[in-house]
């Protein structure tokens, strides 16, 4: 059974950088693909950054350019956050694609069938 845990989460300062680690174990030829979420209270669980195959990713318009996601060629997956801004602040989450249609189309939390359980990124301005 495939599992997923983040880690690397903290405070920090407007400007600085993150960077969150995701070590997925059992079962990872069956994941297509690699994303990271954020959820803030009172609102839906958005799509940030997704890798499959490597070297194809996907950003969201609000990170593009700051955050930057890599694999190890193994069993983690990264989230390098640079220029962090206080919006930036929410839990974010590991979460496994297991299909295509999960892996090419827009990140959609509810396609995605195994998450981590999420690290806290707090930006104070």
């Known amino acids: 059974q495939v599992q997923l845990m983040e880690s690397g989460g903290g405070s920090v300062h407007a400007g600085d950088s993150l960077k969150l680690s995701c070590e997925v174990s059992?079962?990872?030829?069956?994941?297509?693909?690699l994303a990271w979420f954020r959820q803030v209270p009172g609102k839906e669980r958005e799509g940030v950054a997704r890798?499959?195959?490597?070297?194809?990713v996907l950003y969201a318009a609000a990170v593009d350019g700051r955050f930057y996601i890599s694999d190890d060629y193994d069993n983690r997956v990264y989230l390098q956050m640079n220029s962090l801004k206080p919006e930036d602040t929410a839990v974010y989450y590991c979460?496994?694609?297991?299909?295509?249609?999960?892996?090419?189309?827009?990140?959609?939390?509810?396609?995605?069938?195994?998450w981590g359980q999420g690290t806290q990124v707090t930006v104070s301005s």
């Open positions: 979460a496994a694609g297991l299909d295509r249609r999960t892996c090419t189309e827009e990140m959609t939390a509810h396609l995605y069938p195994l």
């Open positions: 059992g079962g990872i030829a069956s994941v297509q693909c």
């Open positions: 890798i499959r195959e490597h070297s194809l």
